[in-house]
């Protein structure tokens, strides 16, 4: 088993504001590695937690200028980028990418090449490959044949939050409890968990001078795409999907379907789409013997879908939507994730200036609920209390502990304090009947002028097709709802009105006033 031997060495992450890349960077500095990360925009960088941990560079892969300068004193060079999603073209350009920089990076001295590449289909003929598949196995070949030792690491299907893979993955099994689809969803894949995936590059760092050959690497389970439908499925908590194979859905016709489907750019979902008519199982696993530390085994698939949805069932609002949240694993969110990674959130934002002081705003913000009421529309606010008892849900009847102040944990009517700030913000979970998980954000803060400002989001993470249905099926309520709320708590700040019962006038008739709960 190799150690680890970081030795001061320096290296080079391409990609770094990738789905890969992003998360590449920590295990590196962890590993004891000094790194520079080579950025077309390297202001998407800052948002990260180690990026004054590292060197950031501009530049692109395209120009011989940059490129150089980027890989000048580099030991180990990551090569994490592709045109994926950038047109038709994309071969061409990978293509002319790879070879400028194997040809720089063998003129700076570079001691390593790392390349993480597609797994291809064994005894398929590379002019045959999808030009996704086919275009990764060309990079890798240009750069084994750059005179730098190489290791080029071929991967199936990744799973983890972010990955393009996995998110079109996710987007169909949630959203169509039935599906027609096409005939690759036979195809048999080896996906393996982006933990894993991680472990195996860092790793790669170190291998012993001179190694020059591709590494297959791959999860312990061999399943079909409708296999990883279904398990997904389960591990989801959703209804079992059922699955109609048919011939006649192409690949072209199946990239624009999951373009209907799922917000997965069409530029990204055709070439996968594409690539998954090829079996991709892996012929070898040779590199476990150049992983530091005792052997570990690769993660099953439904435990690397676990992991992938850990936020949604412990973390949903610490690690997506708070901007000092740092991702406690590579399955957690990041920054440069694309917006349409991570699942659907729906959100419905509010705000408004308020000529009161930012204490007396709180105020009927800390002291809403219970006999106050939501300051919105009373029979909207009432119906969906009754609805919510309907379904044996808490409803409206809960009030709240204390007419004063609340506390994290506090229930509060139809639902529970997650978050407290004094003065600052207060965050609702929902624990009424819902086909998914919501929240309620109420934040006050001050303008660029110096004017008080409350701002409003509601926030719906949706469970299956009912949650998206739910969704729509209520927005056209919500600027009576939320808009009417908003409005009233700015106006209950201005006249000083937020500290007593309201009636009809907080959004709660005397018919549907909840009763205070005694302690």
Known sequence: MAEQQADGRRCLVTGATGYIGGRLVPGLLDAGYAVRCLARSPEKLRDHPWADRVEVVGGDLTDRGSTAAALRGVDVAYYLVHSLGTGSGFEQTDRRAARLFAEEARTAGVRRIVYLGGLA???????????????????????????????????????????????????????????????????????????????????????????????????????????????????????????????????????????????????????????????????????????????????????????????????????????????????????????????????????????????????????????????????????????????????????????????????????????VRPGELLRLRAEMRLPGRAWLEMYVDRTADGRTRYRQRALFRPHGLAGHLYWWSVAPFHTVLFEGMARNIARAAEHGTGDRPAGRRAGRGRRGRSRRRRP
């Open 121 to 419: 289909p064994a005894g398929v003929d590379e002019r045959e490959l999808s030009p996704h598949l086919r275009s990764r196995a060309e990079v890798g070949r240009i750069l084994l044949e750059s005179g730098v030792p190489t290791a080029v690491l071929r991967a199936a299907v990744i799973i983890g939050s972010g990955s393009a893979s996995f998110e079109m993955l996710r987007y169909l099994t949630e959203r169509l409890p039935l599906m027609v689809t096409p005939s690759w969803v036979r195809t048999r894949i080896q996906p393996v968990a982006v933990r894993d995936v991680l472990r195996c590059l860092v790793a790669a760092a170190a291998l012993p001078a001179g190694l020059n050959r591709t590494f297959d690497i791959g999860g312990p389970d061999v399943l079909t795409y409708r296999d990883m439908m279904l398990r997904y499925a389960s591990v989801a908590g959703l209804p079992r999907r059922l699955i109609l194979p048919v011939p006649v859905l192409t690949p072209g016709l199946s990239s624009h379907w999951i373009g209907l489907v799922t917000p997965v750019p069409p530029a990204v979902a055709r070439p996968l789409a594409e690539s998954l008519r090829h079996e991709v199982v892996c012929r070898e696993n040779d590199i476990v013997r150049y992983l530091p530390g005792p052997p570990q085994q690769p993660l099953p698939f439904t435990r690397a879908v676990e992991l992938s949805l850990r936020r949604v069932r412990e973390q949903e609002v610490a690690t997506h939507w708070s901007s000092a949240s740092v991702p406690g694993a590579p399955s957690d969110p990041l920054p440069t994730d694309p917006d349409w990674a991570g699942g659907t959130l729906y959100t419905d934002r509010r705000a408004r200036r308020v000529s009161a002081s930012p204490d007396a705003l709180w105020r009927v913000v800390e002291g809403i609920g219970g006999e106050n009421g939501w300051y919105s529309f009373g029979p909207l606010w009432a119906a969906r209390g009754w609805l919510d008892r309907l379904q044996g849900g808490v409803g409206l009847r809960r009030g709240r502990r204390d007419p004063g102040r609340l506390r994290v944990g506090d229930s509060l009517d139809f639902w529970r304090v997650e978050e």
